[in-house]
């Protein structure tokens, strides 16, 4: 058996082989017993006058090494993936019954109070929210002055600009962020109560009464 022809055998071995990282544990070493046994082979047959280089002996190792690497590093992956699904579902059952804010602009009047949220990138001079109602009439407009950059709430009495009570039921609202006399960024965050959880696509979801279905990355903050 010549050099050229047993380096032509490993190599077939090693792309034979590559593309199978997700074979089972024993498949990986069947394969190593394999490469090892012809790289064996090569050497006692190898050329006296041309004998292998430790180069390339130390290559072919390499080769197989990696496969094999690769293989365990998926296989780790893949657990560590499960694992933290397992804590992220047990997470998410924690959370029914809590309250929380999340990225909306609705907000439900229930007994004259009604809860909203916002989120600052920077602080502001004057935050100012609006309240409409389900026909998109302002209802009124709270002046919640100035405000530090991050999450934060406020609370709706219920009364309309015309100095009347609202009725009870789904509004929405609107922010105006001020700094130096300039319009900034600002996002609007609704209130609701997590009523259950369930595996998604992408991860755990929880049902927030009327804002639905959320993922526990929306969460802005937790009451």
Do not use: C
């Amino acid at each position: 058996m010549s050099q050229v022809q047993n380096n032509s055998s490993v190599s077939e071995l090693l792309s034979s082989n590559s593309g199978s990282i997700k074979t089972a544990r024993k498949g990986d070493e069947d394969m190593q017993d394999r490469f090892l046994k012809l790289l064996v082979t090569q050497m006692q047959n190898q050329d006296p006058l041309k004998p292998m280089d430790n180069a390339e002996v130390t290559s072919q190792m390499a080769q197989i090494s990696t496969v094999s690497g690769i293989d365990k590093l998926n296989t780790t992956l893949e657990k560590l993936l499960a694992d933290s699904d397992a804590r992220r579902s047990l997470e998410a059952a924690t959370m029914i019954g809590r309250s929380v804010l999340v990225p909306g602009t609705g907000m439900q009047l229930e007994n004259h109070a009604g809860i909203g949220g916002f989120e600052l990138t920077e602080p502001v001079d004057k935050l100012t929210v609006t309240v409409k109602d389900s026909a998109g009439i302002t209802v009124r407009e709270i002046d919640l002055g100035a405000q530090a950059a991050g999450v934060g709430t406020f609370v709706w009495d219920g009364m309309a600009s015309n100095g009347n009570a609202a009725a009870d039921g789904q509004y929405s609202f609107a922010l105006k962020a001020m700094r130096a006399g300039k319009e900034v960024s600002s996002s609007s965050l609704a209130f609701g109560s997590v009523s259950s959880a369930s595996a998604g696509k992408d991860g755990a979801l929880l049902e927030v009464g009327r804002l639905g279905y959320v993922g526990m990355d929306a969460i802005k903050k937790i009451f």
